[in-house]
C-alpha cells in the first residue's frame, strides 16, 4: 500500500470515538434518520469512516504537507518524475491557478496558448497579468493542433509581445511565464524536449497543462513527449511544471489532481508557492480524494504504469484497425463507412515498405512512435509542413470521422453531421467524450475493454443501415419527434442528416470556426480589468444582432472545442468578422434543430436569441 492509503486504512479502522468534524462523526448521524440510512448503506460504512477531520494529526496536514500526506506527495513525485509534488483536491482547474497566482503578478506578461481551459483566462483575472497568446493550428475537421515552431522562436516571441497592445510604455516586456496546453483535447501531443528548447532563450518558467495526459511518463511510447520526461536529477534550463488531472485518464476520483515542478531558473521555494496554494486549498479536504491520488501513483508504479497504458493502447490500436478494416472492404464495394483520424499509411519497420494502416503490425502501432507522428506534408492530418517528429498523436485519444469533408477542406456532396451520430449512439447507451461538426472523440482509456469497443462497432454498423434504409426517427430516435413533431415527424435517419449536412455548408459554420480559432481577436483590456467591470456591474445584455465592436465582459467559450474563441476584454470585431459569424451559424443551427442545440458558455440562449455580456459602452 502507498504511504498515506496504508495510514488512513489503519486509522479508520482503529478509532472508536470521533468527536471532530465532519458533523456526521464516521457516518453514525446518518443513521438517526431513514434518508441517513439509505446514504450510508449506500455508499458504505468504510467511505464515511475514513471522511476525517484535518484536525486528525495522524495523518498530516494537506496545507502543510506534513505526515503521510507529505509522504504521499513525496512518493507522486518519484513516480511521476518531479522534484517535488502537490497533491491537490479541486483539480487541474486549481493546479494551474495556484501556478498562475505563485509566478505571475499584475502587470507581467504570460505567454499563454490561446487552446487553453477556462482555469487559464481564470488565472489570467485573477493575477492581473497579460497574455500574449500563442495560436495553434487547425485543421479541415476543426481539430486544434500545435502552436508550430516558427510562433514560438525568439523573434517572433518577441513580436507577438511587441504588437500586443495591452503591453503598454513601462511594462516590463520580458515574460515570466508561458503555458503550453499539452496533450490537446483531440490527443496530439508534443515534443516537449523541443518544446522547452524554443522557449529557453525567451522564458524561465514553463508550464504544460496535461490535464488529459497523466500517463504518458509510463509508456516508452510518449518518450520525450510530456513536461516530466526523463531523469529528473539531470533537469537544467527553464523551470517546469506540469498539471495532471489525474481523475481524467488515471483512475483517481474526481476533482483528484497532481502538480508537479521540477526546478530550474527562476524556482519558486517552496513557502512562496505554499501561499498561493493554501489560497485555493480548503481547510476541509476529502480524504478520500487524496488517498485516491496515493492509490494512482502506486497503479503507475514498477510494472503497473507500462502493463495498464499497454493495455489501452492495444485496445485503441485493435479499434482502428477494425474500423479500417470494415471501411476498405466497404469502399471495396462502393461503399461508406466511419474512419478513424490516424495515417492512412505506416512504414513498416521490418520491410521498410508503406503499409496500409489496417494492415500494419499491431505490435508496431502500438510501440513506433514513428507511426503516430505528424509527418509534414501528409493529408491525413491536415497541419501542412509541420517539423517533423514536433507533434505526434496519442492513439488512445480516437477520432471518429464522419462523412463529409473531403481532404482539400471542402464540403463533400453529402454528409453526416457528428451531432447526429451522437444522438444516435446515446439512444443505445453509448456516451461519447466530445462531438465536434464531423468528429467523434473516444478515449481509450484505463478500464477499456474489447466488449466495450465491440458494443460501439456495433452500434455504428447498425447506424450505417439504418442511414441507408433512411429509418424513420419515430422508429430510431424517438425522443425527436415526440418532443418536436413539427420538424422532426415525418423524418428518416438519413433526411435529417442531408438537412443538417445542408445547414452547415449554407452557414459555413465549420469554415467559421475555423477562422474563429486562429486568429486573434483585438485585446481591448486585461481579463482582470474587464473582470473588475463585470464586479462593478459596468456591463450590459447585448443580443447577437448587436454585438459588433463591443467589448466583452466574460468569455464565450464554444463547446466543443471548450476552448475560448474571445476573452474577457476582447473586441468582438465586425458583425460579418469570424467571432459573430461563428455565433451567427450556431444560433441559426439551434433555432432550426431543437434537441441538438449549442451549449456555449458565457452566451445566454433567451428564446432563441443569443445574449452576451458586454462592458457598457462609456465604461470600455
Ligand atoms: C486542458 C485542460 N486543463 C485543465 C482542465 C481542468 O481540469 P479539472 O477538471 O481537473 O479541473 C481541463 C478540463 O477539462 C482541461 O481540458
Not at 594 to 600: A, E, I, K, Q, V
Request: hydrophobic share 40%.
Amino acid at each position: 500500500m502507498p504511504p498515506l492509503a496504508a495510514a488512513l486504512m489503519k486509522l479508520s479502522q482503529d478509532y472508536e470515538y470521533s468527536w471532530h468534524t465532519p458533523g456526521h462523526t464516521g457516518g453514525t448521524a446518518f443513521l438517526k434518520s431513514t434518508v441517513g440510512r439509505i446514504f450510508f448503506d449506500y455508499f458504505g460504512e468504510n467511505l464515511l469512516r475514513s471522511d476525517l477531520s484535518i484536525s486528525v494529526g495522524a495523518l498530516g496536514s494537506l496545507l502543510d504537507h506534513t505526515g503521510p500526506i507529505g509522504a504521499h506527495e513525496r512518493y507522486a513525485a518519484r513516480v511521476f518524475g518531479a522534484h517535488r509534488t502537490y497533491c491537490v483536491t479541486n483539480g487541474t482547474s486549481m493546479s494551474n491557478r495556484v501556478i498562475f497566482m505563485a509566478a505571475v503578478a499584475r502587470d507581467q506578461i504570460a505567454l499563454c496558448d490561446r487552446n487553453c481551459h477556462k482555469s487559464i483566462e481564470h488565472s489570467l483575472v485573477m493575477t492581473g497579468g497579460i497574455p500574449t497568446y500563442l495560436v495553434p493550428l487547425r485543421n479541415r475537421y476543426g481539430i486544434i493542433g500545435p502552436i508550430p515552431p516558427a510562433r514560438l522562436t525568439p523573434e517572433a516571441l518577441r513580436a507577438a509581445i511587441a504588437a500586443n497592445p495591452l503591453v503598454r510604455a513601462g511594462i516590463d516586456t520580458r515574460p515570466v511565464h508561458s503555458i503550453i496546453t499539452n496533450s490537446t483535447y483531440d490527443g496530439l501531443c508534443y515534443n516537449a524536449r523541443r518544446v522547452e528548447e524554443l522557449l529557453d532563450p525567451t522564458v524561465d518558467r514553463i508550464h504544460f497543462d496535461e490535464a488529459w495526459y497523466a500517463y504518458a511518463r509510463f509508456n516508452p511510447l510518449y518518450r520525450d513527449r510530456h513536461a516530466m520526461h526523463g531523469d529528473p536529477a539531470g533537469h537544467t534550463g527553464p523551470t517546469v511544471f506540469a498539471t495532471h488531472s489525474t481523475h481524467k485518464l488515471l483512475a483517481a476520483l474526481s476533482q483528484a489532481s497532481l502538480l508537479h515542478i521540477r526546478d530550474g531558473r527562476s524556482p519558486i521555494p517552496h513557502a512562496r508557492f505554499n501561499e498561493s496554494y493554501m489560497m485555493h486549498a480548503s481547510t476541509s479536504p476529502l480524504y478520500t480524494i487524496i488517498v485516491s491520488n496515493d492509490i494512482t501513483a502506486a497503479m503507475m508504479d514498477g510494472p503497473g504504469g507500462p502493463a495498464l497504458t499497454r493495455e489501452s493502447i492495444d485496445e485503441a490500436v485493435a479499434f482502428r484497425q477494425t474500423m479500417g478494416r470494415v471501411h476498405s472492404e466497404l469502399s471495396r464495394q462502393g461503399d461508406w463507412f466511419f474512419r478513424t483520424w490516424n495515417a492512412d499509411e505506416v512504414t513498416d519497420r521490418q520491410t521498410g515498405r508503406r503499409v496500409r494502416f489496417e494492415d500494419a503490425s499491431p505490435e508496431q502501432l502500438a510501440t513506433d512512435p514513428e507511426c503516430w507522428v505528424l509527418h509534414p506534408g501528409e493529408t491525413w492530418h491536415g497541419f501542412g509542413d509541420l517539423e517533423d517528429g514536433y507533434c505526434m498523436l496519442d492513439p488512445i485519444k480516437v477520432s471518429v470521422v464522419t462523412p463529409g469533408v473531403r481532404d482539400d477542406g471542402g464540403l463533400a456532396e453529402r454528409g453526416i453531421p457528428a451531432t447526429l451520430v451522437t444522438a444516435y449512439l446515446h439512444q443505445r447507451g453509448v456516451e461519447v467524450e466530445k462531438t465536434t461538426d464531423f468528429t467523434i472523440l473516444f478515449l481509450f482509456s484505463i478500464g477499456i475493454t474489447k466488449g466495450k469497443w465491440g458494443t460501439l462497432l456495433n452500434a455504428l454498423l447498425e447506424l450505417r443501415r439504418d442511414y441507408d434504409r433512411n429509418a424513420r426517427l419515430t422508429e430510431v430516435l424517438p425522443g425527436l419527434p415526440a418532443a418536436s413533431p413539427a420538424v422532426y415527424g415525418e423524418l428518416g435517419l438519413r433526411d435529417l442528416a442531408d438537412r443538417m449536412f445542408e445547414q452547415l455548408g449554407a452557414s459555413r459554420q465549420t469554415h467559421w470556426l475555423a477562422e474563429a480559432f486562429s486568429t486573434l481577436p483585438e485585446p481591448v483590456m486585461t481579463p482582470n480589468e474587464a473582470y473588475q467591470r463585470l464586479v462593478r456591474d459596468e456591463i450590459e445584455h447585448v443580443p447577437l444582432d448587436e454585438l459588433a465592436d463591443r467589448v466583452l465582459a466574460t468569455s464565450v467559450v464554444p463547446y466543443p472545442p471548450g476552448i475560448p474563441m474571445l476573452m474577457p476584454g476582447e473586441a468582438t470585431g465586425a458583425a460579418d468578422g469570424p467571432y459573430l459569424s461563428y455565433l451567427r451559424a450556431l444560433c441559426d443551427w439551434d433555432r432550426r434543430f431543437p434537441g441538438f442545440g449549442h451549449d456555449t458558455h458565457g452566451v445566454e440562449n433567451r428564446d432563441g436569441v443569443y445574449v452576451v455580456q458586454c462592458l457598457k459602452k462609456g465604461a470600455a
